[in-house]
């Protein structure tokens, strides 16, 4: 009994702080973002997330949509890395392709502005591929 306890506190205390960095990809300070989005990473590729990101996609979608945007360099790099990550998480569903659909047009920017740092530009090309293999509808 109490063990099921202390992980079922163990999951909360995760899930608010995957809140919290997902508050904080809004916040004006670029090393604020890139921490957020580190943290992420992080999370991202340590467990599988899927039930909480699904009710969560749209703001995430959104969130790392301002980091490719208005970001430069590394938290680009890391917006595409932690949008690679939340692909692999939504898989080759409708919702995936939702995530992937909405972004794909930043990554394509992102990888061919010239002015990007090569960081950036490596990992947008990355992301592109990534969720265009898991979660492309369209074979094109």
Do not use: W
């Amino acid at each position: 009994g109490s063990e099921a306890a202390c992980e079922q506190g163990q999951e909360e205390e995760a899930e608010d702080r995957l809140k919290e960095h997902m508050d904080s990809l809004l916040d004006k300070s670029a090393k604020t973002r890139q921490a957020a989005l580190q943290g992420l990473r992080l999370a991202f590729s340590s467990k599988t997330l899927s039930e909480f990101l699904l009710e969560r996609r749209l703001t995430l979608t959104d969130s790392l949509e301002k980091c490719l945007k208005k970001g430069k360099g590394e938290e680009q790099a890391l917006a595409g890395t932690v949008l690679t990550l939340l692909c692999l998480q939504m898989g080759s569903g409708q919702e995936g392709e939702e995530v992937f659909r909405s972004l794909k047009p930043l990554l394509v920017n992102v990888l061919t502005d010239s002015v990007a740092s090569p960081g950036a530009r490596q990992s947008c090309a990355t992301a592109l591929g990534m969720c265009c293999y898991i979660a492309a509808a369209d074979l094109e």
